[in-house]
């Protein structure tokens, strides 16, 4: 990369933070809320892309995660723990479930490893439904406090929402520093072709783990932070429709981008409210839309953007179709 | 011992529906690659089409059936191939199945939308009288249901093994490749075994719909329960769909009546998360070449 291209990346990157900063200043409640969803909900597709852009593993356990996390997150603060306590268990939590979650990873490849984590997320919402003395079952749980974070309050939407930016932005660094590292050189590896990873010394299997829990944890994260968002959580929303959601997020964002998860959760999130002007009709042009774009460009709406901005990379078996390789 | 035989009679005439729509998912998958997340509104459909041709085009119940299964093949066999499928085949297994996963929203809002959101009644094909057997009070549907079931999967059954075209088939399943180089026509046999899944969920849904009415969300759970059916029974089989539909229907009925109304769906969870661990070729799967 040259300087000046690192230079127009560092100021987009900033003009885009700005933005993000001063976007609720000028929207009403619900905008707030929208824009704050979007940040939990990309923190969450980040998890789903390290598992499975990076690392090849497709994980429909998404949303179980999301769940556990803000099941977690809102029990023990309506308990009275600090939010600081209860956001790293949450995140500890689902890295170890993630962890054991991983070890079928390694019998079972593929649309299997699909159908196990796919269980996984419908057995995880029927406990959280059916065990009303833990989750409170239908009822769900409620008032679920904001916290105070250094002795600022973050109980008004606004202060909610900036608080959700900065853990968006925290997270980033952290998945960015991860990727860059030799732990994401050896999921990408995983991902382009095991045998090869494991003959240049690659511990697969821990990596495969590694790769499962990472993924998971940052599931938990989002879930915590989901919970103080929304205030009220009952099982509906952690259901499989969420992982199924998370995952069109990650390929249409596109699997594998570092920032995919940023954009298709702009689009899973904002595109169906804006569309709400057709009234009935916006979830079917969602849907339409999401063919389309899997018809046309399967590697997502970054794959797109690659296409044109680097013709050189535009044959079929670049890495520009990653989601495609993780498929095979 | 009488409610046992009640509970099994229904159980089996709930899983032959799961098991038709099992052996389509299956075809699809051997043939072509398609995990098709959107079977479950496939069997949501037909019933609609058929209620359709009746309020706006004014048909008697036997003609719209008929209309209902043209339609059905037209749309959610040849359509489907044509339109999502054979354009993205080639990028591999993931984006059909988000694509698939967008049919099936789009499918669901399309009917709540233009046609109605609340469920709709389904005339029945035959009369609703209850007989009894050795003390057991048995629904005659549910005979029926089963009676139809295993007639339609025998003649796939025997289309597929004594038939020409049938043995085509099954070539294009094993190896693409091979049955193109003896002059097999492979696009077509892809082709018919679309439109044999189309005929498979256009039965199944006319069957299912004058039990549990006709409703836009009827297929959330009856994709999910053909899916588990199609692996517990082994992917790569018929027969294997055949046998996980009609054990996911008798456990799911024996499990709400003995165990636990609020985990009954769990049941069929822990027996695909243990198949795919312990067998994952399915109970009657042969294990072929492949990454598990």
């Not at chain 1, 998890?47 to 994980?59: E, R, V």
Request: proline residues 5%; glycine residues 10%.
């Amino acid at each position: 990369m040259t300087r000046a291209r690192r230079l127009s990346g560092a100021i987009a990157a900033l003009a885009v933070c700005a933005a993000l900063v001063a976007a609720p200043f000028g929207l009403k409640p619900y905008g707030i809320y929208l824009l704050s969803l979007w940040a939990v909900m990309t923190i969450a597709a980040m998890g789903l892309n390290l598992t499975l852009g990076y690392a090849g593993q497709i994980s429909l356990a998404q949303a179980a995660f999301v769940g556990i996390g803000a099941y977690t997150a809102a029990i023990l603060t309506t308990q009275g723990w600090p939010f600081a306590l209860a956001f790293v268990l949450s995140a500890a939590l689902c890295f170890a479930i993630g962890w054991l979650l991983g070890y079928p990873a390694l019998r079972v490849q593929h649309h299997y490893l699909a159908f196990v984590t796919l269980a996984f997320t419908t057995l995880v919402f029927l406990v959280l439904r059916n065990e009303e003395w833990l989750t409170g079952g239908i009822y769900g749980i409620s008032g679920i406090p904001r916290p105070d974070v250094l002795g600022w309050s973050t109980g008004a939407p606004r202060d909610y929402y900036l608080f959700c930016l900065g853990m968006l932005g925290l997270v980033t660094l952290a998945t960015g520093w991860l990727v860059r590292s030799p732990w994401g050189r050896a999921f990408m590896a995983l991902r382009e072709n095991p045998i090869r990873a494991a003959s240049l010394g690659v511990d697969t299997r821990r990596y495969t783990l590694i790769a499962f829990a990472l993924g998971a944890a940052l599931g938990g994260i989002a879930g915590a932070l989901y919970a103080p968002l929304v205030q009220f959580i009952d099982p509906t929303p952690f259901a499989l429709g969420l992982s199924l959601n998370l995952l069109l997020m990650v390929l249409v964002g596109g699997s594998g981008f570092f920032f995919g998860p940023f954009l298709g959760a702009l689009v899973s999130v904002l595109l169906p409210e804006w569309l709400r002007f057709t009234e009935g009709l916006y979830l079917l042009i969602y849907a339409a839309f999401v063919m389309a774009l899997m018809a046309f460009c399967p590697s997502g709406l970054l794959g797109i953007a690659e296409r044109l901005f680097r013709p050189a990379a535009k044959t079929d078996d670049a890495p520009a179709t990653p989601a495609g390789k993780a498929a095979r | 011992m009488t409610d046992l035989v009640q509970l099994l009679v229904a159980g089996l005439a709930t899983g032959a529906i799961y098991a038709l729509v099992a052996v389509g998912f299956t075809l699809l998958w051997q043939t072509s690659q398609t995990i098709n997340f959107a079977q479950g509104e496939f069997v949501m459909l037909p019933a609609f089409f058929v209620l359709a041709a009746m309020k706006f085009g004014g048909a008697s119940f036997p003609v719209a059936l008929l209309l209902g299964l043209v339609a059905s093949l037209l749309i959610l066999g040849v359509l489907f191939k044509k339109l999502l499928v054979d354009p993205m085949i080639r990028h591999g297994v993931l984006p059909l199945v988000i694509s698939t996963i967008a049919l099936a929203l789009f499918l669901k809002e399309g009917v709540k939308e233009f046609y109605a959101a609340d469920a709709q009644p389904f005339p029945a094909l035959w009369a609703t009288t209850n007989i009894s057997i050795a003390g057991a009070v048995i629904a005659l549907q549910n005979l029926i249901i089963i009676g139809v079931a295993i007639a339609a999967i025998a003649a796939l059954q025997w289309f597929l093994a004594a038939t020409r075209t049938g043995r085509s088939m099954q070539a294009t399943a094993q190896n693409p490749l091979l049955a193109r180089i003896l002059g097999i026509r492979v696009e077509r046999m892809i082709l018919y075994t679309f439109l044999i899944n189309a005929g498979l969920v256009a039965l199944a849904s006319v069957l299912i719909s004058p039990i549990y009415l006709a409703k836009f969300s009827n297929g959330e759970t009856l994709g999910l329960v053909a899916f588990i059916a199609a692996i517990v029974g082994g992917f790569n089989q018929v027969r294997g769909a055949i046998v996980g539909g009609l054990l996911l229907g008798v456990l799911d009925n024996l499990v709400a009546a003995y165990v636990s109304t609020q985990y009954r769906g769990a049941i069929p969870l822990f027996l695909l998360i243990a198949v795919i661990l312990f067998r994952p070729q399915g109970l009657l799967g042969r294990i072929e070449e492949r990454s598990v």
